[in-house]
């Protein structure tokens, strides 16, 4: 079945720094891919739609400054949080979907840690 | 208003014991894909099952059953003869092809321990 690697699976950084977490699909071209944060024990939150080629499409109440897309191939994605604040600590989770099985297939997710 | 709805925020079971997960969602759209994803404590994902709204019948896939009534617009999810390995959290979730079902909405999710 479709993979999606995401990485890395932990990062810690200090605030003021900025942190890239890239989403690849490692077995089929995925023109769009998706960005979800969650919070502890909370449900996953749609932030953004990453477009190959294209400009992210961002979900009301998120920040596209401080959380830039890129989606410069078919098989990567990146997402990078800008001046990270320990507000933006949380678990960050990409989707890409699989157009030969119609699901969507996750990455493992990256828990940042803003110190 | 929520569109997707899983009232049971946390359940425990005593291993072996049945058990179900509710899902109730709410869209306009007459073409819509519901799905269950599993959530372990490492975080990931883990797709169980996809349902298209014109497909009713229900589906077993060994201990794992579900109870797809559009009546009730309801999704359930059986897990028979639980195992401690069935200790997740399982997410409902709904897309929509009026959003060329590029959102897919989650519930808020069902905390499951299975006890020893």
């Known amino acids: 079945g479709a993979v999606v690697s995401q990485h890395p699976s932990r990062v810690i950084c200090k605030s003021g720094t900025s942190v890239k977490i890239e989403c690849r699909s490692l077995?089929?071209?995925?023109?769009?891919m998706f960005w979800y944060r969650q919070f502890p024990k909370k449900s996953l939150m749609l932030m953004a739609t990453s477009n190959e080629g294209s400009k992210a499409t961002y979900e009301q109440g998120v920040e596209k400054d401080k959380f830039l897309i890129n989606h410069a191939s078919l098989t990567l994605s990146t997402l990078t949080v800008t001046s990270a604040h320990p507000e933006d600590s949380s678990f960050y989770i990409c989707?890409?979907?699989?157009?030969?099985?119609?699901?969507?297939?996750f990455g493992s997710g990256t828990r940042l840690t803003v110190v | 208003a929520q569109k997707v709805t899983q009232a049971q925020t946390e359940i425990s079971v005593v291993e072996k014991e049945d058990v179900t997960l509710d899902c109730v969602y709410e869209t306009r759209d007459t073409t819509y894909y519901l799905f269950w994803y599993k959530q372990p404590p490492s975080g990931e994902l883990v797709f169980l099952i996809r349902?298209?709204?014109?497909?009713?019948q229900n589906e077993i896939s060994g201990r794992y059953s579900w109870n797809f009534q559009k009546s009730t617009s309801s999704f359930n999810f059986t897990i028979t003869a639980s195992q401690v390995v069935d200790s997740a959290v399982y997410f409902c979730?709904?897309?929509?092809?009026?959003?060329?079902?590029?959102?897919?909405?989650f519930g808020p999710g069902t905390s499951l321990s299975v006890i020893p």
């Open positions: 979730a709904l897309s929509e092809k009026g959003t060329s079902y590029d959102k897919v909405i």
């Open positions: 349902r298209n709204s014109f497909d009713e």
């Open positions: 077995d089929f071209q995925a023109t769009t």
């Open positions: 989707s890409a979907r699989d157009p030969a099985f119609y699901g969507y297939t």
